[in-house]
């Protein structure tokens, strides 16, 4: 009787080591910028640099201002907050000094060309010491009026930026892909597609997800109907509800606003254009016709005379920019 062949012995199973758990990623360390100092990715152009550099002292002397930095953000404008204040400090010390040259250009000019010299050395003070505070004021105050003015530019093309977005919706559209598709149309949309290109810019880049980003684009807006908008599709994503409605009603009432703000915009800019008739055709005319008539007949010729002069050289053309101003704010709004 034959023996059967030997049969190979199994090999027993490696032995396993206990599986480690993976090293965790360090925390998050934020990095600060000593007070004054500039971040390195911070691009400044040779003005501003140069501003930075004389005025860092008096910029960073006080906290930062929290409605300039707010502003600066809403207006899209990628500076820091004292930067710009240096910057408003260095452009006000160049305003005060053309200011001053074109103060004792008056003066001279009215001195000896028109033989009002009393009148050469009050415009001639006049215009440095008030202008260049409000130069000052003016250069703070331009990213408020920058931020206001880019609210404006959104509320006017809300209202087709809706439609594309229900359109997209319609079709199944992702909300974070119709945030991205809608920062493309910039040419069309303008700053509406500008808003929504931040967005997408804060979950592509930033790693922020979509609900989350629209929250703080909704901060951050100029616009408050832009803020209520976005404000409205965190409320519906969250509830459960369906966007493209939701895009379709908007459409319909910010359509419906945009033709109402029309109609009181166009009574409003009739009813200036009656008051710049009267108030800045009608009055100084009849003015200087009175003051003419005084300095024939009575006998303080040279002070009627320059009280004319204050009138035709001051007195009209301001009345007329500010006309123009106020008639442009109005047809932009």
Do not use: C
Not at 235 to 264: I, V
Not at 266 to 280: K, P
Request: hydrophobic share 50%; proline share 8%.
């Amino acid at each position: 009787m034959s023996a059967k062949p030997a049969t190979p012995a199994t090999p027993a199973p490696p032995i396993r080591s206990a599986a480690r758990p993976a090293p965790r990623p360090p925390p998050p360390r934020s990095v600060r910028v000593a007070k004054g100092e500039q971040p390195p990715h911070s691009g400044l152009n040779s003005f501003q640099q140069w501003a930075w550099k004389t005025f860092k002292g008096p910029a960073t002397a006080h906290p930062p201002d929290p409605t300039l930095e707010e502003n600066l953000l809403k207006s899209h404008m990628r500076i820091r907050a004292d930067e710009y204040l240096a910057m408003v400090y260095a452009e006000t010390l160049i305003a005060a000094v053309v200011l001053a040259v074109t103060g004792v250009l008056i003066a001279v000019f009215l001195a000896f060309a028109v033989g009002s010299p009393l009148l050469g050395l009050v415009l001639g003070v006049l215009v440095p010491v008030m202008l260049t505070p409000l130069t000052f004021l003016i250069l703070r105050g331009a990213p408020g009026s920058r931020a206001r003015s880019r609210g404006r530019e959104i509320d006017r093309r809300i209202s087709v930026a809706m439609n594309f977005m229900s359109a997209m919706s319609s079709a199944d559209v992702n909300i974070d892909q119709i945030f991205g598709e809608l920062g493309r149309q910039k040419r069309i949309y303008g700053q509406v597609a500008e808003e929504a290109a931040w967005i997408t810019r804060d979950t592509e880049l930033l790693g922020v997800d979509i609900l989350t980003a629209i929250r703080e684009g909704a901060t951050r807006s100029p616009s408050k109907r832009f803020q209520d908008f976005l404000q409205g599709v965190v409320t519906t994503a969250t509830s459960g509800g369906q966007l493209k409605p939701y895009f379709l009603l908007k459409a319909e009432q910010y359509e419906a606003e945009n033709k109402l703000a029309g109609l009181q915009r166009t009574e409003t800019m009739g009813l200036m254009a009656e008051v710049f008739v009267i108030g800045v055709v009608a009055f100084p005319l009849f003015l200087v016709i009175i003051l003419a008539i005084f300095a024939i007949i009575g006998g303080n010729g040279g002070f009627v005379l320059t009280l004319l002069w204050a009138i035709v050289a001051l007195l009209i053309p301001l009345s007329e920019v500010g006309f123009i101003f106020a008639m442009n704010t109005f047809a932009t709004e």
